[in-house]
C-alpha cells in the first residue's frame, strides 16, 4: 500500500541552525501538507502546496519556515534558524484531491537545544 | 479562530462499551474528516462526511453531521483496546487548508 515516507524521524539540532525535513508524498497525489504538533498539544496546520507554490499558510509559518519540491518526489520543509519553540513533532501529508483524505507520514521529532 | 473542537478532551471507557465523541465548528463546510491517532504516530483518515449527508458508517464507526447545529459526532461501537487513541474532527477553513481540532484522548480498559 502506497504510503507518505519521512525523513529523518528524529533530529536534535542546536538553537540557530538550520534544518531540513523530507517528505516523499504518495506517488500520484499533487496536493501536499506541512502540520506539526507540539507534544501533547493540537495538530496544527503550517501550510499546503499544490501545482509548485503555496496555497495557504499559518501564522506560525513565518520567513524562517520554505517549503520545496525539488524533484517531483521530495518535498521538504526548512527551518531556517530553529528556535527553541519549534521543538515539536512535523508531519507531511499528501492527498489526491483538494481537501480530500490526507495521508500522513510517521512524522520527524525535531528537538531544538 | 478555531473551526473544530472535539468534547470530550478525554473519554475513558470499558471494553465493549460503545464510545460517542463530538465536534464542533463554526462557519459552512463541504465536508468533515474524522481522523485517528495512536501515541506517537501520523493520523490516519478514519471517515469524510460531506455537507449534504447526515449519517455515514464504516465498520463500527458511524458519524453523523448536523450541519444546523454545525456539529458531528463519532461514534465507535464494541470498542477494543486497540480503539485506545487521540480522534480529530478536521473541517476546510480556506482553499486548502485543513484544520484539526483538539481531539478527544480515548482510552478502552480491558
Known amino acids: 500500500e502506497p504510503e507518505v515516507t519521512q525523513t529523518p524521524s528524529h533530529q536534535v539540532t542546536q538553537m540557530g541552525q538550520e534544518v531540513i525535513l523530507r517528505c516523499v508524498p504518495i506517488?500520484?497525489?499533487?496536493?501536499f501538507y506541512w502540520y506539526r504538533q507540539i507534544l501533547g498539544q493540537k495538530v496544527e496546520f503550517l501550510v499546503s502546496?499544490?501545482?509548485?507554490?503555496?496555497?495557504?499558510k499559518s501564522e506560525i509559518f513565518d520567513d524562517q519556515f520554505s517549503v520545496e519540491r525539488p524533484d517531483g518526489s521530495n518535498f521538504t520543509l526548512k527551518i531556517r534558524s530553529t528556535k527553541l519553540e519549534d521543538s515539536a513533532m512535523y508531519f507531511c501529508?499528501?492527498?489526491?484531491?483538494?481537501?480530500?483524505?490526507?495521508?500522513f507520514g510517521e512524522g520527524s521529532r525535531l528537538t531544538v537545544l | 479562530s478555531q473551526q473544530g473542537e472535539e468534547d470530550p478532551q478525554a473519554l475513558s471507557i470499558q471494553e465493549g462499551e460503545n464510545a460517542t465523541m463530538n465536534c464542533s465548528y463554526k462557519?459552512?463546510?463541504?465536508?468533515l474528516q474524522w481522523y485517528r491517532q495512536n501515541s506517537g504516530r501520523g493520523l490516519v483518515h478514519l471517515i469524510l462526511?460531506?455537507?449534504?449527508?447526515r449519517e455515514k458508517h464504516s465498520g463500527r464507526l458511524r458519524v453523523t453531521l448536523d450541519t444546523s447545529k454545525k456539529s458531528s459526532s463519532l461514534l465507535i461501537t464494541a470498542s477494543r483496546a486497540a480503539d485506545t487513541a487521540s480522534y480529530f474532527c478536521?473541517?476546510?477553513?480556506?482553499?486548502?487548508?485543513?484544520?484539526f481540532g483538539q481531539g478527544t484522548r480515548l482510552t478502552i480498559n480491558p
Open positions: 478536521a473541517t476546510e477553513q480556506g482553499a486548502q487548508k485543513l484544520v
Open positions: 501529508a499528501s492527498s489526491g484531491r483538494d481537501l480530500g483524505e490526507l495521508f
Open positions: 462557519t459552512s463546510i463541504n465536508n
Open positions: 502546496f499544490y501545482n509548485n507554490e503555496i496555497s495557504e
Open positions: 462526511i460531506r455537507s449534504n449527508e
Open positions: 506517488s500520484n497525489h499533487l496536493y
